[in-house]
């Protein structure tokens, strides 16, 4: 028995200007069928019926996810009055599932993601849920890495070999976001797995370990456990979530806690965090181009182009470059430094 939960309130500030503060990346298509909001939800009812599946969101989109997942029962849709990350966004989820159904496995899974064989991705689940029930630890879906990528948590498992995958492997150490040098060397050291950021867990465990690694917030989440059911549950959200403190639970718990196991996931998985994860997923022209909506290339190569304005988008002696033309912004930019994306956000804010 095991309860989904999706993560849909993350601002997925690297995808702009597609993706933006009013519209997260996780609410757009940004390659295969529908939102990767609602494939995340298609893969989640590979799982578990409607009424076991959980989404977390912001109260700012509320109406994108009423929008686009219509069959979501009402009652199992969470808000939060402001985002605090993702310790805060499991936490309550918990709590929920602990009133509710205690018993539960609980399958907590981000909405930003893409995985291209379904079959093997619930295949992995359905592992990681046998190996929570057994451990009572906190289990991760481990991926194999294949560049140093530094938006990622990095699992230490010792030495990978083949046969291993699917089964369960004790995490030695998690560490969330190396930098790159750090990266790098994990990666060379062959002992090294991505999380992938699907975690499943019994609600004792985490509420446990919640209790144990970030005591202030299982303390200032006490109230809200006890309003659930009752008609105050919603002032008294509003009033002590935003109190709560910001941390992932990578952070926050996966770095700290000595019970993480890891299952090995191999099912083409993609967090798509930037531009150029795009290239690893959707299909490049002969010249090594990727191009979504109206574009006519002439002499160009290795360009991402996206348009969405219904302008068609002529280039012309173009190498390396992004080119993103929105309704209200045209982005030009070396692709190449599409990692970097936060500082052209970051400078823009400085400008108002
Ligand atoms: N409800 C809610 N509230 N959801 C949130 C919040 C929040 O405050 N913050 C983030 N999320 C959602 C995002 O929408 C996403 O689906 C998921 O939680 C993960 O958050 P990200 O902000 O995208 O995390 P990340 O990508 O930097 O890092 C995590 O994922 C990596 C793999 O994609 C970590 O778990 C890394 O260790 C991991 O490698
Ligand atoms: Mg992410």
């Known amino acids: 028995r095991c309860s989904v939960v ?3 309130g993350g601002s997925g500030e690297r995808f702009w200007p597609y993706s ?3 519209k997260p990346k996780q609410f757009l298509p940004v390659a295969g069928e529908g939102t990767l909001l609602q494939q995340a939800v298609r893969r989640a009812r590979l799982l578990v019926p409607w009424s076991n599946i959980y989404i977390v969101t912001g109260c700012q989109y509320l109406g994108l996810v009423r929008e686009q997942v219509p069959d979501l029962p009402p009652e199992n849709l969470l808000v939060e009055p402001v985002g605090r990350d993702t310790a805060p966004c499991i936490a309550l989820a918990a709590s929920l599932l602990k009133a509710r159904d205690p018993g539960t496995v609980m399958v907590v899974l981000p909405s930003d993601h893409m995985i291209l064989d379904e079959k093997r991705f619930a295949e992995a689940i359905r592992d990681a849920v046998a190996v929570a029930k057994e451990t009572k630890g906190l289990v991760t879906i481990g991926i194999r890495p294949t560049r ?10 010792g030495p990978i070999s083949r046969v291993e995958m699917g089964r369960a492997l004790r995490v030695r150490k998690f560490t969330e976001k190396p930098d790159l040098e750090t990266a790098m060397a994990f990666l060379a050291s062959g002992e090294y797995l991505w999380n992938s950021g699907m975690f499943v867990w019994e609600v004792r465990a985490i509420q446990d370990a919640l209790e144990r690694y970030l005591p202030e917030l299982a303390c200032g989440m006490r109230p ?4 659930v059911g009752t008609a105050s549950f919603d002032a008294v959200l509003a009033g002590h979530f935003p109190r709560l403190p910001r941390i992932s639970i990578d952070y926050g718990v996966m770095e700290k806690a000595d019970n993480v196991w890891a299952v090995p996931g191999d099912f083409g998985w993609d967090d798509l965090g930037t531009w150029t994860a ?3 997923v959707a299909g490049k022209d002969a010249d090594g181009n990727l191009v979504q909506g109206q574009a006519v290339l002439v002499d160009t190569r ?4 996206r348009s969405d304005s219904g302008k068609l988008v002529v280039t012309f ?15 030009v930019a070396d692709k190449k430094r599409a990692q970097d994306l936060k500082a052209v ?5 400085r400008q108002g």
């Open 148 to 157: 140093p990528e530094t938006g990622y948590g990095y699992i230490h498992v």
């Open 345 to 349: 956000l970051n400078e823009l804010r």
């Open 302 to 305: 290795e360009t991402i182009i």
């Open 6 to 8: 999706i993560m849909a």
């Open 317 to 331: 002696g173009l190498k390396d470059t992004l080119v993103v033309e929105t309704p209200d912004v045209l982005l």
């Open 20 to 22: 933006r503060k009013e």
């Open 278 to 280: 795009l290239e690893r």
């Open 224 to 227: 809200i456990a006890e309003a």
